[in-house]
Each structure stands twice: as structure tokens, then as C-alpha cells.
């Protein structure tokens, strides 16, 4: 056994029992950030975990947090609309998925009925017979044309060019729209992502849009008159170029958003009872027939399916963006809410035997995991599944 596997465990067991001084804290941490495969920090982190108690519970809510924060201290990055943070410290938490999944390690679930002590006995009851895989940077590009472009397989560089606008695909993944100064008429692009698929894209005006699965977005190949106008189904996040002449508008169902410029993220899926307008920046307006409301950065906006508006305060912004940072995170969530997402994400069908549990829960975890780690998570307080055939069933 090398003396790196020893020190480890020696630490590992420490931090677990609460008895590490800070800096060998701080050097466990430096040890998993500094571990160069991935499989070696697997394996150091198992060599770990395999010496704990089995009997024992694993770090509480404040400990994962203490341990996540570190981790991501590590190589972040301004926050910008890129494949995003899929280059953040993802390489430390797709490993971390059997650090920060199997300890607990950030992530972490409570339910507001019942909060159940998780050991390594009660992690080893669960064996899904199948699983799905996340998803990823997957798109459709419909050209004005009718021409269809499988982004995810197209090659990097020039895709296409309509007028005197060209279409890139960067090494990044991202589709960045380069208008030119002619005047030809502009045409009507739309991209769209299937269930287990997320891209991004700048639009010719440099605005920065983040589409989340399920999803689409409608758009001019250069933006000319008065106003920018793009249509959406599912839910995106925007960075709006700031251009006071000419107000960028987001139009959904019987909505549109108004804006100079600003970030703010817009949910309005079909099989969601309520749309959702999250500011994080500038001033948004909010339109639905008579119904009108304008946002400060931390409101959100909440229309329902009849058509009623409010506006609610000091909103955690986290929690409705942390999907395009490539995290799953929930608070005071239904059962039923927490697996509209996971369909979306891991085009999964979901099932209920008998009436949808009522309970609540709240938590965070990566969205590189499977769908059996996800669902683990909620196993811990108590709800029982089983994974089939792109089938997720919820038992009594």
C-alpha cells in the first residue's frame, strides 16, 4: 500500500470523525484536487471509504458544503453561458459522483417529513437492475430552408452561411451567429434540443443564450427594426447584449419578456403549471393580456396556466440556474417536480404505482451523474423506484 493510500485514509478518517486539525483538512483537499487520473482519485478515495465504519452516518449537510466549496474552489471561472462549467473542477466531481454521491460529499438530500441517518449498509441496499445516462450537448439547427443540422456530430467551423450571416460551431460546442452588414432580409433559425440534450449559442446581436433540454428557441439570422424578438419553448437562460434602441424581447405561448439588457432565466414548459421568469440582472417586464409586472434582479415572475401573475421576492436565483451549471438543485421540490426533471434530462419515462408520494425535498446534485445516483439520493429518505427500459417507477 504507497504511502499517498496511507495518508489518505489516515485523513479521510479524521475529517469524517470531525477530529482533523485545518490544515490536514487542508490537505485532504489538496490531495483530491491534485490527484492527476481520474481513475487514481477513485481509487484512493474507495481505498477510504472501504476502512469506515459501516454502521456509521455520513457528513451532515454543513460538512458537505465545507467539502463542495473547496472542491469548486479550485479552476472556477467568470460565470458565462459556455457548454459552461461542464470545464469547471467536472472532471474532480464526475469522480466526485463516487466521492460526492457515495459520501455525501455535496451531495446531499433531506426530506421535510422524515430525516433518515444514510450508511454505507443502507447506500449498498440499493441495485437498480438498469440505469440511464445523463445527458448532454445535443441540438437540432433547423435552417430557414427546412435544412436540418445534427450539431452534436457536425464538425467545428462554418456549418452554413444564410445571407451574409455565418453559422460556427466553436471547439467549445457552442453556435455562434456572425452577422453581416448587407441588407438582406433576415430569416428564421430555430434550434432545438430532445430530452437528454442541452446547448448553447450567441445570437448576431453577441446575446448569450443557454438552452436547457426539451427546449427550443426561434430566431432571426440578423436582428433589424426596432426590436429583437426570439421565441422560446422550455426553458433557457439569457445574457442580453445591452442596446437601449432596440428592446430584446422573449415571446412564449401568449408572453413576452422585455428587456434592454439583462440575465435572466425563463421556464415555460408545456407540462409545468406555472412559467417561471428568474432575474439575475437589470429589469425585466412580464406581459400576459392584462397581467403585467416588472422585475428587480432577485424577483421572480410566476404566471399560471389561467393566466394570473405575481411576483415573488428575495428568490434564490441558485436554485432556478443551477441547471446550466450543470447541477441538479432543489428546495421545499415535490416528488413529481424533481422527476419532471429528471425525464427531461435522462429521456426517461416516469411512472407512479399508486398515488404520488407528498413529500418535499431538498438537495443538490451533479447532472453528470446517472440516473440511479439521482434517484439514490432520494431512496436515502425513503422513496422507493426501480429503473427499466428508459423507465423510472415510483413505488408505494
Same mark, same amino acid.
Given at each position: 500500500?504507497?504511502?499517498?493510500?496511507?495518508?489518505?485514509?489516515?485523513?479521510?478518517?479524521?475529517?469524517?470523525?470531525?477530529?482533523?486539525?485545518? @490544515?490536514?483538512? /487542508?490537505?485532504?483537499?489538496?490531495?483530491?484536487?491534485?490527484? *492527476?487520473?481520474?481513475?487514481?482519485?477513485?481509487?484512493?478515495?474507495?481505498?477510504?471509504?472501504?476502512?469506515?465504519?459501516? /454502521?456509521?452516518?455520513?457528513?451532515?449537510? #454543513?460538512?458537505?458544503?465545507?467539502?463542495?466549496?473547496?472542491?469548486?474552489?479550485?479552476?472556477?471561472?467568470?460565470?458565462?453561458? %459556455?457548454? *459552461?462549467?461542464?470545464?469547471?473542477?467536472?472532471?474532480?466531481?464526475?469522480?466526485?459522483?463516487?466521492?460526492?454521491?457515495?459520501?455525501?460529499?455535496?451531495?446531499?438530500?433531506?426530506?421535510?417529513?422524515?430525516?433518515?441517518?444514510? %450508511?454505507?449498509?443502507?447506500?449498498?441496499?440499493?441495485?437498480?437492475?438498469?440505469?440511464?445516462?445523463?445527458?448532454?450537448?445535443?441540438?437540432?439547427?433547423?435552417?430557414?430552408?427546412?435544412?436540418?443540422?445534427?450539431?452534436? #456530430? +457536425?464538425?467545428? =467551423?462554418?456549418?452554413?452561411? $444564410?445571407?451574409? %450571416?455565418?453559422?460556427?460551431?466553436?471547439?467549445?460546442? $457552442?453556435?455562434?451567429?456572425?452577422? =453581416?452588414?448587407?441588407?438582406? *432580409?433576415?430569416?428564421?433559425?430555430?434550434?432545438?434540443?430532445?430530452?437528454?440534450?442541452?446547448?448553447?449559442?450567441?445570437?448576431?446581436?453577441?446575446?448569450?443564450?443557454?438552452?436547457?433540454? +426539451?427546449?427550443?428557441?426561434?430566431?432571426?439570422?440578423?436582428?433589424?427594426?426596432? %426590436?429583437?424578438?426570439?421565441?422560446?419553448?422550455?426553458?433557457?437562460?439569457?445574457?442580453?447584449?445591452?442596446?437601449?434602441?432596440?428592446?430584446?424581447?422573449?415571446?412564449? /405561448?401568449?408572453?413576452?419578456?422585455?428587456?434592454?439588457?439583462?440575465?435572466?432565466?425563463?421556464?415555460?414548459?408545456? @407540462?409545468?403549471?406555472?412559467?417561471?421568469?428568474?432575474?439575475?440582472?437589470?429589469?425585466?417586464?412580464?406581459?400576459?393580456?392584462?397581467?403585467?409586472?416588472?422585475?428587480?434582479?432577485?424577483?421572480? +415572475?410566476?404566471?399560471?396556466?389561467?393566466?394570473?401573475?405575481?411576483?415573488?421576492?428575495?428568490?434564490?436565483? @441558485?436554485?432556478?440556474?443551477?441547471?446550466?451549471?450543470?447541477?441538479?438543485?432543489?428546495?421545499? +421540490?415535490?416528488?413529481?417536480?424533481? &422527476?419532471?426533471?429528471?425525464?427531461?434530462?435522462?429521456?426517461?419515462?416516469?411512472?407512479?404505482?399508486?398515488?404520488?408520494?407528498?413529500?418535499?425535498?431538498?438537495?443538490?446534485?451533479?447532472?453528470?451523474?446517472?440516473?440511479?445516483?439521482? &434517484?439514490?439520493?432520494?431512496?436515502?429518505? =425513503?422513496?422507493?423506484?426501480?429503473?427499466?427500459?428508459?423507465?423510472?417507477?415510483?413505488?408505494?
Amino acid at each position: 500500500m504507497s504511502e499517498l493510500y496511507v495518508r489518505l485514509n489516515y485523513l479521510f478518517n479524521k475529517y469524517y470523525n470531525g477530529t482533523a486539525s485545518e @490544515d490536514e483538512r /487542508d490537505e485532504l483537499f489538496e490531495i483530491i484536487d491534485s490527484s *492527476a487520473t481520474d481513475a487514481e482519485l477513485a481509487s484512493l478515495i474507495h481505498q477510504a471509504w472501504d476502512s469506515l465504519d459501516d /454502521d456509521g452516518p455520513l457528513f451532515d449537510k #454543513s460538512k458537505s458544503d465545507e467539502m463542495l466549496a473547496q472542491i469548486l474552489r479550485t479552476n472556477t471561472e467568470p460565470a458565462v453561458v %459556455t457548454p *459552461a462549467k461542464n470545464n469547471l473542477p467536472w472532471r474532480k466531481l464526475g469522480v466526485a459522483a463516487s466521492l460526492l454521491f457515495l459520501v455525501g460529499f455535496g451531495a446531499y438530500i433531506y426530506s421535510n417529513q422524515k430525516k433518515q441517518v444514510v %450508511t454505507k449498509k443502507s447506500i449498498a441496499k440499493i441495485h437498480p437492475k438498469n440505469d440511464a445516462l445523463p445527458g448532454g450537448n445535443k441540438a437540432i439547427l433547423t435552417l430557414a430552408n427546412g435544412k436540418t443540422i445534427t450539431l452534436d #456530430s +457536425a464538425q467545428n =467551423g462554418l456549418l452554413a452561411q $444564410q445571407g451574409a %450571416t455565418k453559422i460556427n460551431k466553436t471547439r467549445n460546442g $457552442q453556435l455562434v451567429y456572425e452577422a =453581416g452588414i448587407n441588407a438582406d *432580409a433576415p430569416v428564421i433559425n430555430t434550434i432545438s434540443t430532445p430530452r437528454g440534450g442541452q446547448y448553447q449559442l450567441i445570437l448576431p446581436d453577441g446575446s448569450k443564450v443557454c438552452l436547457n433540454s +426539451a427546449s427550443s428557441l426561434s430566431f432571426p439570422t440578423r436582428f433589424t427594426g426596432k %426590436t429583437r424578438e426570439v421565441t422560446i419553448t422550455g426553458e433557457a437562460y439569457f445574457e442580453v447584449s445591452k442596446n437601449p434602441n432596440m428592446p430584446f424581447r422573449v415571446k412564449s /405561448d401568449n408572453t413576452t419578456v422585455e428587456v434592454l439588457g439583462t440575465h435572466f432565466n425563463i421556464m415555460a414548459y408545456n @407540462d409545468e403549471a406555472e412559467m417561471k421568469t428568474t432575474l439575475l440582472e437589470g429589469s425585466v417586464k412580464i406581459s400576459n393580456g392584462t397581467a403585467t409586472g416588472v422585475l428587480k434582479p432577485g424577483q421572480q +415572475a410566476v404566471l399560471n396556466k389561467a393566466g394570473r401573475l405575481k411576483v415573488l421576492d428575495d428568490v434564490d436565483v @441558485d436554485d432556478e440556474v443551477a441547471w446550466k451549471d450543470g447541477i441538479f438543485q432543489f428546495r421545499d +421540490a415535490g416528488i413529481d417536480a424533481i &422527476m419532471r426533471q429528471a425525464a427531461r434530462w435522462y429521456d426517461v419515462d416516469v411512472a407512479y404505482e399508486g398515488k404520488i408520494p407528498q413529500r418535499e425535498f431538498t438537495g443538490r446534485i451533479s447532472r453528470n451523474v446517472k440516473a440511479s445516483e439521482l &434517484m439514490n439520493m432520494l431512496g436515502y429518505a =425513503g422513496v422507493k423506484y426501480k429503473i427499466e427500459d428508459k423507465r423510472i417507477t415510483i413505488q408505494q
